[in-house]
């Protein structure tokens, strides 16, 4: 059972542009979105999160779009730079408290 | 910055041995947890645990697994009779009041 849906596996985008990265979520019980980085032999780390009061979220480059009637989360970097390049893993939680439910995870590549 | 650390960072055992996962949380954190992602798959939940026992566990979690906190620092993930099914990356969290941090890993390799 995917509660969290990320359904594109990978993603290229050109160095500078907008990096858009998609997930959807079936269980409207959730109250808490994250986005999790992941380098190859590391742990996932975190990177930006969103409540479900809100619909925008932004953190520098990154910044996190919560469209609730749609289930729907996406995460922006802008301009996307190099040591973008990592797995990201859409994740959401009951409460602040409880274990996290992770996505699939999409590979994005930033091209030269 | 304070680190969860997981060792080994791989480790190669026979289908049937036990494995011993060990993570070093960080010192001031209370909750605990253990999560596993299989090649190509999802991160999963597999357990969680909060003032010296199991608070959440998931239907992975079985008989063949166990958690302990032995001494106060350390807490660890026991494989007690390991499958082919059992490879995968494991990864140990530990949470305080800025949210959870991740270990860097062991994967385990069943043969």
């Known amino acids: 059972d995917q509660q969290v849906k990320q359904n594109s596996p990978s993603l290229s985008v050109q160095e500078g542009r907008i990096s858009i990265l998609n997930c959807d979520y079936t269980?409207?019980?959730?109250?808490?979105f994250l986005w999790y980085k992941k380098y190859p032999a590391e742990g996932p780390t975190f990177l930006i999160s969103i409540s479900s009061i809100k619909d925008k979220n932004e953190d520098g480059r990154f910044t996190v779009f919560l469209n609730k009637s749609a289930k729907h989360l996406s995460l922006h970097i802008v301009p996307s730079q190099p040591g973008d390049s990592a797995v990201y893993f859409c994740?959401?939680?009951?409460?602040?408290?409880?274990?996290?439910?992770f996505g699939k995870g999409t590979r994005l590549h930033i091209l030269p | 910055e304070p680190e969860v650390t997981q060792t080994p960072s791989h480790q190669v055992t026979q289908m049937g041995q036990e494995v011993i996962l060990r993570c070093v949380p960080i010192?001031?954190?209370?909750?605990f947890y253990w999560y596993r992602q299989i090649l190509g798959q999802k991160v999963e939940f597999l357990v969680s645990f909060y003032n010296n026992e199991i608070s959440e566990k998931s239907e992975i979690f079985d008989d063949q697994f166990s958690v302990e906190r032995p001494d106060g620092s350390n807490f660890t993930l026991k494989i007690r009779s390991t499958k082919l099914e059992d490879s995968a990356m494991y990864f140990c969290?530990?949470?305080?009041?800025?949210?959870?941090?991740f270990g860097s890993g062991t994967r385990l390799t069943v043969v």
């Open positions: 269980n409207s019980m959730f109250d808490y």
């Open positions: 969290a530990s949470k305080g009041v800025y949210g959870y941090t």
């Open positions: 010192s001031n954190h209370l909750y």
């Open positions: 994740a959401a939680t009951y409460d602040r408290d409880d274990k996290i439910i």
